[in-house]
């Protein structure tokens, strides 16, 4: 671990986080939530709620695609992803959707700095986030795309976003 500059469990607990928390707007996939804090991990987040049916930790099929990363990211899990929005902005969190929507902000052109301390919703995989989530967020930030295609998996979008957010700092 020493030579790749690999923290310790005990120390990526002591780390200073980036001010960032993910909402994962009932994701089906357990493989696509492993992936989500594996890439928390990589990007010192503050946490993750996991909303609604969103699967949970323990479970072997997070474990797969997490490697270790659910002993080291901070998870709560909230019945409602309406719930977790609203706690999120009376703790003072700015809060952003991950969507492609009307008047949305594009990725390269979203200062992340300036929102701090920050949460992203992550939507389901077919239904992207819940139009009412929709409603309560300050804003939709969306990756450009130029392909006959027009999503990305939520996982691969997290990645994406969350180097996005941590980059300029």
Not at 55 to 77: F, M, S, V, Y
Not at 114 to 124: Q, R
Request: with cysteine.
């Amino acid at each position: 671990m020493d030579e790749l500059g690999r923290k310790s469990v005990a120390a990526f607990k002591e780390a200073e986080k980036n001010r960032i928390v993910l909402v994962l707007d009932n994701i089906r996939s357990m493989h696509n939530v492993g992936s989500v804090f594996r890439s928390a991990d990589a990007f010192l987040v503050e946490g993750i709620c996991l909303c609604g049916y969103t699967p949970q930790p323990p479970h072997r099929d997070i474990h797969k695609t997490a490697l270790g990363a659910t002993e080291t990211i901070d998870w709560i899990h909230l019945p409602t992803t309406l719930e977790a929005v609203q706690q999120l902005k009376e703790k003072g969190y700015k809060v952003f959707a991950l969507e492609q929507a009307d008047g949305s902000i594009l990725l390269d052109k979203f200062v992340a700095q300036d929102f701090f301390p920050l949460a992203i919703v992550l939507g389901n995989e077919v239904e992207g986030v819940d139009a009412e989530v929709l409603k309560l967020c300050d804003g939709c930030i969306e990756i450009p795309q130029f392909g006959m295609k027009h999503s990305l998996n939520v996982s691969v979008a997290a990645g994406i976003v969350l180097w996005e957010m941590v980059r300029g700092k």
